[in-house]
């Protein structure tokens, strides 16, 4: 099977800061990838790389067999890889459903524009109204009853929920997360992540997720890539790198020393 995602020796110095040594990754469509790691590690720019927003000095990108290395934010989007961010980029002084309907709208007209891009699948009311497509993703996040909701003034989890509803409206096949439950409380944490994978799910989407919550990490990830100064410390199975020597050193502390572990899920 093709990967979705190859990254073969991305590297990326920023003056005397190597933020990518070598990183060499291949991603299977449909699954789900936590990346771990300390503030500095690499994960951000792993993703930005990706995505389009940083160029590597050397390495190149592969989505799906196809070299994007040189690909814009915009046509990587288009191709069908999205991101949501850590702080989430609404249109605060609009509604829920508001920036959905901005969100749509986008897509239909870069759907229109080029051949790149997709228009919305599994929206069933999208060939009826913007409106009416909007409204089935209010669904499908569980947000219906905020739609008229001024975006401001969401809980920090509704907003997270909305910046990703409104990255999934472009159909993507590769979606990352950063930091998905950053800011929710935990008595919110598993909601919000279990009807963000029942949507990804039954959209055949792939997902990387940045977390520092292992027990989200731990619950909801098939892979786990851990980052360490630039470099992919370790890769596989969540329960071998979460139980992994120099995972535990470098990135989530002995699990004897809970203050220690506290410290490092703080950093970023």
Not at 18 to 32: E, N, Y
Not at 68 to 76: G, M
Not at 166 to 179: G, I, N, W, Y
Request: aromatic fraction near 6%.
């Amino acid at each position: 099977m093709t990967a979705i995602i190859e990254a073969a020796g991305l590297r990326k110095q920023f003056g005397a800061v190597t933020a990518a040594d070598d990183i060499t990754v291949s991603i299977a469509p449909h699954t789900m990838v936590g990346l771990i790691g300390t503030n500095g590690a690499g994960k951000t720019t792993f993703i930005n790389m990706i995505t389009g927003y940083l160029k590597p000095d050397s390495g190149r990108i592969l989505y799906d067999g196809r070299d994007i290395t040189s690909l814009s934010p915009r046509d990587v989007t288009r191709i069908g890889i999205c991101r949501s961010f850590q702080i989430p980029q609404l249109f605060d002084s609009l509604t829920v459903r508001e920036n959905l309907g901005i969100g749509l709208g986008v897509v239909l007209r870069n759907s229109r524009r080029s051949m790149l891009a997709p228009t919305p699948r599994n929206v069933p009311g999208f060939n009826g109204g913007l409106w009416e497509a909007a409204d089935q993703v209010l669904e499908q996040f569980g947000l219906t009853s905020h739609r008229n909701t001024t975006a401001s003034t969401l809980p920090e989890g509704l907003r997270k929920l909305l910046d990703i509803a409104m990255a999934m409206v472009a159909s993507p096949k590769v979606l990352f997360l950063d930091e998905p439950t950053s800011g929710v409380s935990a008595e919110e944490k598993f909601d919000i992540m279990d009807r963000v994978m029942e949507v990804v799910r039954s959209q055949d989407v792939t997902v990387l997720f940045v977390e520092h919550d292992m027990d989200i990490v731990q619950r909801y990830s098939e892979r786990v890539l851990a980052f360490y100064s630039g470099r992919v410390l370790a890769d596989g199975a969540a329960n071998e790198v979460l139980t992994d020597a120099e995972v535990l050193t470098h990135v989530i502390g002995s699990p004897t020393d809970p203050a220690a572990n506290a410290a490092t899920r703080q950093q970023e």
